[in-house]
Every structure is written in structure tokens, then in C-alpha cells.
T-cell receptor, first 113, second 116 residues
Framework: ELKVEQNPLFLSMQEGKNYTIYCNYS?????LYWYRQDPGKSLESLFV?????AVKQEGRLMASLDTKARLSTLHITAAVHDLSATYFC?????????????FGKGTKLSVKP | KAGVTQTPRYLIKTRGQQVTLSCSPI?????VSWYQQTPGQGLQFLFE???????NKGNFPGRFSGRQFSNSRSEMNVSTLELGDSALYLC???????????????FGPGTRLTVL
């Protein structure tokens, strides 16, 4: 059974600081997704990582995937209050002819001035 | 372009009833996926439809079913509702199937289902 673990689950940061959220998963997969959810809102797709070594960047967020280590990171550079949200990673798992998508529990990020 | 729309936005049902939720994707998008979000289980993937065929599926019992129409609109049905089915149900659309180069998903606002 595929397990997806995010850490930390809660993160309080000061504006201007850098930090990294980690997403570990337990079985082989080479597709990983990052999402953002604001309180009381729907999900927003952030990054799609489709191969080992993939790196994507958007503004102050950068995501990478190491399929050999079964690890993805979401790096936050010079955090600003607007980045406060919950971030989820999700890993694609092929079961037979169809694929499941397993989510981590989410990392609740709070950026304080 | 209009975004992904879901109807209804809120729904209250009682145990044993059945419910149908609807999702209209962004124009031109052929893939629709459904997700369940609860405080206890978190986010879980239900299924993905592409060109009217179920292509991917999560670990949910057969009470949860879906379909997609020729215009890409999708419905999700839950039969014999249980208290644990109370959740936010999200749908997302994308141009291509998950894992393709055009699989960036756009989410609807969700349907909040309460089962009493």
C-alpha cells in the first residue's frame, strides 16, 4: 500500500525566510503533484512533476522530484503572507490498468510578518 | 473561459438516501476527476473520466459511481448514504488525462454534502 508522508504538518514562518516542505512516499512512482488550498476554499494545482529530476518553479515556490529517493520537496523562498495556505502533495500509483492518486495529509503553512 | 462549476453547492441528505452531484468542466477539457475531502480521511481520489470512460479509480466502494457525458460534463452518484459520506466533494477538469503533458487540473468550488 502506498503511503505518502508530508512533513512538517504545521509550519509557522516569518516573512522573508526560506523553508522546505518534504513529501516522502513508500513505493515506486514517477509522477507527483503539488496543490494549494486556502482556508474554506477549493484546491489549486501548483506543480506537476512527471519524471526523476523534474524541477518546476513559480514565483517563490520551487518543487523537485527525486524518484530514487522517493522524495519531493517544495521550497519556499522569501516567504510572504500570501503564501499562507495548506499544501498537499499527491503521488500517482498504478494499480492494474487504472491509477490511484494518494494524498499526503497536508502542510499548513502560516507566514507571519 | 468559464471555470469549473459544480452543482449543487450544498446538500443535506439522510442515511440510506442517494445523491447525484454534477460537474461542468472548462470548455475544451475532456478529463474530469472527483475527490472527497473529510477532516478524518483527508483528501482522497475517487475517479477520473476521459472521453466518457473511467480511466482511473481510487479505493471507494461500489456505492460511489460516476459517469461522463459526450459534452464532458460529469455526474457522481452515491447510493445508500452513510454518515461517513459527509464531505466536501471536489471535481477538477483538465485537457488531458492524468499523467499527460496537459493534465494541469482546474478545480471547482466543491459540493458540501451533509448526511444526517
Amino acid at each position: 500500500e502506498l503511503k505518502v508522508e508530508q512533513n512538517p504538518l504545521f509550519l509557522s514562518m516569518q516573512e522573508g525566510k526560506n523553508y522546505t516542505i518534504y513529501c516522502n512516499y513508500s513505493t515506486t512512482s514517477d509522477r507527483l503533484y503539488w496543490y494549494r488550498q486556502d482556508p474554506g476554499k477549493s484546491l489549486e494545482s501548483l506543480f506537476v512533476l512527471l519524471s526523476n529530476g523534474a524541477v518546476k518553479q513559480e514565483g517563490r515556490l520551487m518543487a523537485s522530484l527525486d524518484t530514487k529517493a522517493r522524495l519531493s520537496t517544495l521550497h519556499i523562498t522569501a516567504a510572504v503572507h500570501d503564501l499562507s495556505a495548506t499544501y498537499f502533495c499527491a503521488v500517482d500509483m498504478i494499480e492494474g490498468s487504472q491509477g490511484n492518486l494518494i494524498f499526503g495529509k497536508g502542510t499548513k503553512l502560516s507566514v507571519k510578518p | 473561459k468559464a471555470g469549473v462549476t459544480q452543482t449543487p453547492r450544498y446538500l443535506i441528505k439522510t442515511r440510506g438516501q442517494q445523491v447525484t452531484l454534477s460537474c461542468s468542466p472548462i470548455s475544451g477539457h475532456r478529463s474530469v476527476s472527483w475527490y472527497q475531502q473529510t477532516p478524518g480521511q483527508g483528501l482522497q481520489f475517487l475517479f477520473e473520466y476521459f472521453s466518457e470512460t473511467q480511466r482511473n479509480k481510487g479505493n471507494f466502494p461500489g456505492r460511489f459511481s460516476g459517469r461522463q457525458f459526450s459534452n464532458s460534463r460529469s455526474e457522481m452518484n452515491v447510493s445508500t448514504l452513510e454518515l461517513g459520506d459527509s464531505a466536501l466533494y471536489l471535481c477538477a477538469s483538465s485537457e488531458g488525462l492524468r499523467g499527460s503533458l496537459t493534465d494541469t487540473q482546474y478545480f471547482g468550488p466543491g459540493t458540501r454534502l451533509t448526511v444526517l
